[in-house]
């Protein structure tokens, strides 16, 4: 009997860390879902929204920072438990992160919709941040599911997000290039675009460390993880544009 209570309580304590990583999760969707939202429509109320509600997520990894050291402490677990609590805490790292990008974007709202820009820019980012939300939800079920059977192409995806954000560069230096009244706005949207890529690498962050949990087994490592836009250049990017 003591030993059924002991194995039991210790379930609960690791369905504690899942729980809080799944609260998390839906949380930081919803920061960046809507700070893009924000920065779209020129909502400076949500964006201040936004930035007050990435406190949850700060909270949140400390607390399953400090329950994971109390598990181990008390525990001792080995192999698929250490796995799952060294898991949890990573990967409240990564979500962690993933808020403060949400919230770098709001921050932006303002400055950006001063100057209204073209809704074809808008509409980039949109897009960026649609490809960037999917691959966060993606992997996040398959950490509740523990299922890795798409986790390979969910990490591949993350070359979509790079590909579309260097695009996404070129064409917002572009702007600037044409007008330098607006390069003060069109260098805001270049940071919400870069913090929008960035979640995308979080996000396959959160793929490696559900494939390490479930198999005990890391990832191959040869996955390229950097955009292109460290290539372009305003030279090339004239030449490229046919007006």
Same mark, same amino acid.
């Given at each position: ?44 109320? =949500? ?125 917002? =230096? ?70």
């Amino acid at each position: 009997m003591p030993t059924h209570h002991i194995v039991s309580a210790f379930d609960e304590e690791l369905k504690y860390l899942a729980n809080r990583i799944a609260a998390m999760g839906g949380h930081a969707e919803r920061m960046v879902d809507q700070a893009v939202f924000a920065l779209v429509n020129s909502d400076h109320g =949500l964006a201040r929204q936004v930035v007050a509600n990435d406190e949850f997520l700060d909270i949140g990894q400390r607390e399953i920072d400090e329950k994971a050291i109390v598990i181990i402490a008390r525990r001792q677990p080995m192999a698929d438990d250490l796995r799952e609590i060294i898991g949890a805490i990573r990967i409240s790292g990564d979500l962690e992160r993933v808020g403060d990008l949400g919230k770098n974007i709001a921050k932006r709202v303002v400055a950006v919709t001063e100057a209204r820009q073209p809704v074809r820019l808008f509409r980039g980012i949109e897009s960026l941040a649609e490809l960037a939300l999917t691959q966060l939800k993606d992997v996040l079920d398959t950490y509740a599911s523990r299922s890795i059977d798409r986790i390979g192409f969910v990490r591949d995806r993350d070359d979509q997000i790079d590909a579309m954000y260097t695009s996404l560069f070129r064409e917002l =230096l572009t702007y600037m290039m044409e007008d330098p009244r607006n390069i003060t706005a069109c260098t805001h949207l270049l940071f919400c675009a870069k913090n929008i890529e960035r979640i995308g690498d979080h996000a396959t962050n959160i793929a490696e460390t559900v494939y390490y949990i479930v198999t005990g087994a890391q990832m191959p490592a040869e996955r390229p993880k950097e955009d292109k836009s460290h290539k372009v250049t305003a030279q090339a990017t004239a030449a490229a544009d046919p007006s």
